[in-house]
């Protein structure tokens, strides 16, 4: 019994340190467009579309597309969109949780072949983003990640980019059931003006910013 607790104690130390010991970023690309958090530094990918994919990989993966708004012209939804994005003309592309009320009108949620993958599309002032969070068919998409992921996202104008505000405070994270998505929400909520002296937030590994 006591080698079980200590096996079970050393995989959650194991985890915890792997959450840990990650480069969390907060990414703001050289055209200062946006900002975002991601669990490690991004790789910047030119697409087949024509636009850019900013991608970091941290067992699921997080981008954010940055597409050719007139990808939307002649009344083209973001969703059809993304679906004739995923299904490149012959994948099979399945959506789900649309009718469910689990899903904000401009998220979406599709599997396609060996992956599920959590989407938000952004349209204003002319730019249109897509947000995705990936992870294979036997992982799915955790959705209280992807939207720390989504709602970390901002964009920016000539003026800057504005303080992330509404963000629940940094105790809330204490519930959330595994080491990743909770340090993923630390960060997200330790973004908020007026927490920095907050004790989840002093004590968090030093955050990487480009």
Same mark, same amino acid.
């Given at each position: 019994?006591?080698?079980?607790?200590?096996?079970?104690?050393?995989?959650?130390?194991?985890?915890?340190?792997?959450?840990?010991?990650?480069?969390?970023?907060?990414?703001?690309?050289?055209?200062?467009? *946006?900002?975002?958090?991601?669990?490690?530094?991004?790789?910047?990918?030119?697409?087949?579309?024509?636009?850019?994919?900013? $991608?970091?990989?941290?067992?699921?993966?997080?981008?954010?597309?940055?597409?050719?708004?007139? @990808?939307?012209?002649?009344?083209?939804?973001?969703?059809?969109?993304?679906?004739?994005?995923?299904?490149?003309? &012959? $994948?099979?592309?399945?959506?789900?949780?649309?009718?469910?009320? &689990?899903?904000?009108? #401009?998220?979406?949620?599709?599997?396609?072949?060996? +992956?599920?993958?959590?989407?938000? +599309?952004?349209?204003?002032?002319? @730019?249109?983003?897509?947000?995705?969070?990936?992870?294979?068919?036997?992982?799915?998409?955790?959705?209280?990640?992807? $939207? &720390?992921? *989504?709602?970390?996202?901002?964009?920016?104008?000539?003026?800057?980019?504005?303080?992330?505000? #509404?963000?629940?405070?940094? &105790?809330?994270?204490? +519930?959330?059931?595994?080491?990743?998505? $909770?340090?993923?929400?630390?960060?997200?909520?330790?973004?908020?003006?007026?927490?920095?002296?907050?004790?989840?937030?002093? +004590?968090?590994?030093?955050?990487?910013? #480009?």
């Amino acid at each position: 019994m006591k080698k079980m607790w200590l096996l079970a104690a050393g995989l959650a130390a194991l985890f915890s340190g792997a959450a840990s010991a990650q480069s969390w970023t907060l990414y703001v690309p050289p055209e200062r467009d *946006f900002r975002v958090l991601f669990p490690a530094p991004p790789m910047r990918l030119d697409t087949p579309s024509g636009g850019v994919e900013f $991608r970091a990989d941290s067992g699921q993966q997080f981008s954010v597309f940055r597409h050719d708004p007139g @990808r939307l012209a002649g009344g083209k939804s973001a969703r059809d969109d993304i679906i004739e994005r995923l299904g490149n003309g &012959d $994948r099979s592309v399945r959506s789900y949780g649309q009718d469910d009320g &689990d899903l904000a009108p #401009n998220e979406f949620l599709f599997r396609v072949g060996g +992956a599920w993958s959590m989407h938000r +599309a952004i349209v204003e002032s002319g @730019r249109y983003y897509e947000l995705v969070v990936k992870a294979s068919v036997d992982e799915r998409v955790a959705p209280q990640e992807a $939207r &720390d992921f *989504f709602n970390s996202f901002q964009t920016g104008s000539s003026s800057g980019i504005p303080a992330l505000t #509404n963000l629940p405070g940094p &105790d809330t994270c204490k +519930a959330r059931s595994n080491a990743f998505s $909770r340090r993923f929400c630390e960060y997200l909520t330790c973004l908020a003006p007026g927490t920095e002296n907050h004790p989840v937030c002093q +004590a968090l590994p030093r955050l990487f910013r #480009n």
